[in-house]
């Protein structure tokens, strides 16, 4: 059967709907509506008695066929679905349906006991003998299906729930992103010219097999100089290599290989082994992180609606008495959430439900676990302990927005437990508070035993614009050591680690916080300190700043401190620095597309010792956003050079290319790079700009050259495209960008959608039809072919039938035409109610760029 190209024929088949809603008698003779064909305009020689009619006769009825529409299910919509339409036994079209289909409606299968005896694979037609009181109404106007069915055989499901048996593993395949630069640079003094060549590799690669994934990265670096310091360096690494697979009866991951343990309760500790633990991703989208759980009272069915900063986050309809809303979707940290209760009778009552959340916390009845078995993989220090060790944690959601979470980690020589609560305050934030002990002993027989107390801070006040995003302040005891600091004690520091990442740390603080102040920007202040245990070594960070615009100019001003102090003379120096930036976009001054995407920006700043430097620049792109280019000059003073700096970077959907120059009066120095992502499938190999976690391979024969809806992917020669960086656990709607088809290429479906698996390369086949399109003018015997006619290519080798419908005076538009073929016209159901029409040399006919339609007059016999 033939799925329409509905985009095309919708204005069409609404016309022949009213046209024949027009010509319907109603008649008392009859129990239903009648549309009688001798009120039809038809030539001579066409008996109107042969004209079947009846597809049209019911206003919930459509040509059989196959659709691609939107269905609502209890008017919630469930997305794009292909849905056929056969004509059943009785003479009447339905839509035919699955027992997954249904299932994927989020239909309770389980509860129809006349469901559970019916194959996955046998069709449903009369969804109303199988489901009591179910019945569904199609609209193909507006291209949509609305399903009705009684709420107590649906699933209780919470919004963005994905059915099990919907999500896909996807193909076999192999991923591999790749990242390449390379630098050559040359400083000139007065006594020795050095010449210096850098490069760097960086390959993520994986393998996929069923439910299993293999992920590994590969890292190289080279240096070479020469000059009066001849050296040569090369370096290659292997690391977070692992094999893993998702445990859908545990709604959690187990991995086995090289990775890092989580870091909400115990600070994240890199190892080798075995991790068995929760992805928050595979619950409904409505039910991960935190949301608070909104309980009231309704005096009749009444909707309630949820706000938050003028936006409604939440909508549902309630009956009578108590309600929980326990599916809101996560809002942010925190923000007061309105809530509206409009009751039948158009009364409306509303309250104020202050909210607030840390990383830490989830809704009530939410879990997140980890076990972890394996040995201490870090890399601070050139050696370690590599101490093997088994970790437990587990984080609990409890009412009132309440959270407790907790674990214990135990090695030969080392034992930590941590307890802690997270709380929502509503008006006062929300805190977390936890302590962990430790023990450790060490080979020297001494044996040391602490704390760490943690607290952190969030709060949102929406009303004047202030934002706490996470403040943290952390306290350890002399003798506490954290499970990395055990096994890197009295270890050398690997190269190139800052020397204080060594040290234990006995306090820190950092805090975050930002003001808006309407259209007169918005200013923040961001800080941290840390001190540590047997020494004198301290660092300092602050930051504050006002952003601001006028009139489509962006400016900032920025204060900042960096300070580094150390027991020896060697302090890192401290840096007090103010700047000030500005940049101006040519929008504000022209309309010409080759200026309004350029902009100039200049920037000064002055340190605590004297030295300033500003710098002037230039930005633009240029080939619909593809090439980016920039260009500045930098000066400064006491003795500072002043540098010329060009760079450009072009995106293609296969990957990326930059390139730059940098000048001084003693240095110059070149770099380029490319970046990007293939995949390699049973198809061949598909390039792409990026990858990310979970892909959707696109396949789309002879369309090349045809975008995707999503990302910047492009069908290549090949037929595919890749869909990067798409929601797992979730639904993902893929479409073509039907505007950039090749002529006489046309898709039968632009959409479908794909629910993947973490990690999967799940593959979204569009079927195209090849060929030419065409406006026919049908005549028959003089006369025109009565509207409503089927016409149909003939001697057709493609999978599905090629099909139309006739309209008013024997127009039709078909696409997929042959060069020559036949037309089998058909418009009863007797031999002598068809017609048949051939045409020939399609081709010949003259077609703008605007418009690949051949407009044909044909004669049917």
């Not at 080798?797 to 139309?804: I, K």
Request: proline share 4%; with cysteine.
């Amino acid at each position: 059967m033939k799925l329409y190209n509905l985009s095309k024929m919708k204005n069409k088949i609404f016309y022949l709907s009213f046209i024949s809603y027009c010509l319907g008698v109603a008649s008392y003779s009859f129990a239903e509506d009648f549309f009688d064909p001798k009120l039809l305009s038809l030539q001579s020689g066409i008996d109107p008695n042969s004209i079947d009619l009846s597809q049209f006769e019911k206003a919930n009825s459509v040509p059989e066929g196959k659709y691609n529409i939107t269905v609502y299910i209890n008017k919630r919509d469930m997305g794009s679905m292909d849905v056929t339409f056969v004509k059943g036994s009785d003479g009447h079209i339905s839509a035919e349906f699955t027992k997954p289909m249904l299932g994927e409606l989020g239909v309770n299968l389980a509860s129809i006991p006349t469901l559970q005896k019916l194959s996955d694979d046998e069709k449903i037609t009369a969804l109303g003998d199988y489901i009591p009181d179910a019945f569904v109404k199609t609209n193909l106007s507006k291209l949509n299906m609305e399903i009705s069915i009684p709420q107590i055989y649906m699933d209780n499901r919470a919004n963005g729930y994905v059915p099990e048996g919907m999500l896909e593993n996807g193909i076999p395949a192999i991923l591999l992103s790749y990242q390449l630069n390379g630098n050559h640079s040359r400083n000139k003094s007065q006594r020795e010219t050095q010449n210096n060549d850098n490069a760097f590799l960086s390959l993520r690669g994986g393998v996929n097999l069923g439910a299993w994934r293999l992920r590994s990265n590969y890292r190289y670096y080279y240096s070479n100089s020469e000059g009066r310091r001849n050296y040569s360096n090369q370096t290659s690494t292997f690391s977070n290599t692992y094999v893993m697979r998702a445990i859908n009866a545990l709604r959690g991951e187990v991995l086995v290989g090289e990775s890092s343990t989580g870091s909400n309760v115990f600070d994240s500790i890199p190892f080798k082994g075995i991790k068995l633990f929760s992805n928050e991703k595979m619950l409904p989208s409505s039910m991960r992180g935190f949301a608070p759980e909104i309980n009231g009272i309704a005096q009749s069915n009444a909707r309630i609606t949820v706000s938050q900063n003028g936006n409604v986050v939440y909508q549902t309809y309630v009956a009578p008495g108590p309600f929980s809303i326990r599916d809101l979707y996560p809002t942010g940290s925190s923000g007061n959430l309105q809530v509206n209760i409009s009751e039948e009778d158009g009364s409306e009552r509303t309250f104020v439900y202050p909210y607030s959340s840390l990383p830490v916390m989830l809704r009530p009845g939410g879990v997140k676990y980890e076990v972890t078995a394996g040995e201490y993989n870090g890399n601070l220090t050139r050696s370690s302990k590599r101490a093997k060790f088994v970790l437990g944690s587990l984080i609990y959601g409890l009412p009132h927005d309440v959270t407790l979470y907790g674990g214990s980690l135990f090695s030969k020589d080392y034992f930590s437990g941590v307890m802690g609560t997270g709380i929502s305050l509503g008006n006062f934030g929300a805190l977390s508070v936890d302590i962990t002990h430790a023990a450790a002993s060490f080979i020297s027989g001494d044996r040391k035993e602490g704390q760490s107390f943690r607290i952190k801070y969030s709060k949102s006040l929406t009303s004047t614009g202030t934002n706490v995003d996470l403040t943290a302040l952390r306290y350890s005891t002399r003798h506490f050591f954290s499970f990395s600091d055990f096994n890197t004690h009295n270890y050398q520091l690997s190269d190139g680690v800052a020397p204080w990442l060594g040290l234990r740390q006995r306090s820190s603080f950092r805090t975050a916080l930002s003001q808006s102040l309407g259209k007169y920007g918005s200013i923040y202040l961001s800080g941290s300190r840390t001190d540590y245990w047997d020494s004198n070594t301290e660092t300092t960070q602050l930051s504050t700043g006002y952003n601001g615009n006028f009139k489509g100019v962006n400016y900032n001003v920025s204060y900042a401190i960096d300070y580094r102090k150390s027991d020896s003379r060697n302090d890192w120096p401290k840096n007090h620095q103010i700047s000030f930036n500005v940049n101006v976009p040519f929008s504000l001054f022209t309309n010409e597309e080759h200026l309004r995407n350029m902009s100039s920006n200049y920037y000064i700043s002055k340190n605590n010792r004297g030295n300033y430097s500003q710098q002037m620049g230039l930005h633009g792109s240029l080939l619909d956003r593809d090439l980016s280019y920039s260009l500045s000059q930098s000066m400064g003073n006491n003795n500072q050079e002043s540098n010329s700096s060009i760079s450009m970077n072009y995106n293609t959907s296969k990957g990326s290319l930059s390139g730059g120059y940098n000048y001084s009066s003693s240095s110059s120095s070149f770099n380029a790079g490319v970046n990007g992502g293939m995949v390699i499938h049973s198809g061949g190999v598909t390039l792409a700009r990026t990858l990310g976690n979970s892909v959707v391979l696109v396949e789309a024969p002879d369309a090349d050259g045809t975008l995707l809806n999503q990302g910047n992917g492009k069908i290549d020669m090949f037929g595919y495209a890749v869909a990067p960086n798409v929601n797992e656990y979730a639904k993902n709607t893929i479409g073509l960008n039907v505007n950039t088809l090749p002529d006489d290429v046309t898709l039968p479906k632009t959409s479908q959608n794909v629910y993947p698996t973490k990690g999967a390369v799940v593959k979204a086949k569009f079927p195209t039809r090849v060929g030419m399109q065409a406006l026919i003018s049908l005549t028959y015997e003089g006369g025109t072919i009565p509207f409503g006619a089927i016409a149909k290519l003939g001697d057709n080798d493609a999978t599905e039938e090629n099909t139309s419908i006739v309209g008013d005076n024997g127009q039709l538009y078909m696409s997929g035409l042959p060069d020559s073929g036949t037309l089998l016209i058909q418009w009863g159901n007797s031999h002598s109610a068809s017609c048949s029409a051939h045409y020939t040399h399609l081709k010949d006919i003259a077609v703008t760029e605007d418009n690949p339609v051949r407009k044909i007059n044909l004669t049917c016999q």
